[in-house]
């Protein structure tokens, strides 16, 4: 299903990621916030730009600390667009403080953003991307998927041969459990 398993095994930049990150359940809010983020600056790019802008995208945007970038103004903004070690697109940067302040709002709701996902499943992609769009900016159906997917609250990220598949099978993560 994945031919991202046939080209990231041993590579310089997607190994790593591949081995142990894509498809993997998380819970911890910052990386929930990093995904969302690096998947939203990946539109219209390659993954591989951004895995090698991670670091300073981390530096860039505070660790992916929620609340630090929910109060993000226009010299943050400035700083930001003038940052040539990250993607400097004005919607992105927008639409990352405005889904801090989103994630702000379901942790108040929800407890955290991993339970407002939770809470939410299971839905097939549609109803996901429906929902990302009505909550979220700057998500559509392939960032929206691809964030759900690498986080394992929807199938695809490994084929069922890639060895990462089954490391990943013995840790449940959500598209494998019924609500």
């Known amino acids: ?15 790593h990621y591949h081995d142990h990150e894509y498809g993997f359940p998380q819970r911890e809010e910052r990386e929930l916030f990093e995904r969302l983020v690096l998947e939203i600056n990946q539109a219209g790019l390659s993954w591989e730009t951004i895995l090698r802008k991670r670091v300073n995208f981390q530096q860039a945007y ?10 993000y103004g226009d010299a943050d903004i400035a700083r930001l667009m003038g940052d040539a070690g990250i993607i400097r697109n004005r919607l992105k940067i927008l639409a990352a403080i405005h889904n801090a302040q989103v994630i702000q709002v ?51 990220a490994h084929h069922a041969q890639c060895p990462v598949f089954k490391r990943i099978a013995k840790l449940k993560p959500a598209w494998m459990q019924s609500k």
Do not use: N
């Open 106 to 156: 379901l942790r108040r709701s929800h407890g955290s953003f991993a339970q407002w996902l939770d809470a939410q499943h299971p839905l097939d992609k549609p109803a996901w991307v429906k929902l990302f769009k009505k909550t979220f900016r700057f998500t559509g159906g392939e960032i929206t998927g691809e964030f759900l997917m690498s986080l394992g609250y929807l199938p695809g």
């Open 1 to 15: 299903m994945s031919g991202y398993c046939s080209i990231a095994p041993g590579h310089p930049v997607h190994g």
């Open 62 to 71: 505070d660790r992916f600390d929620v609340d630090t970038v929910a109060a």
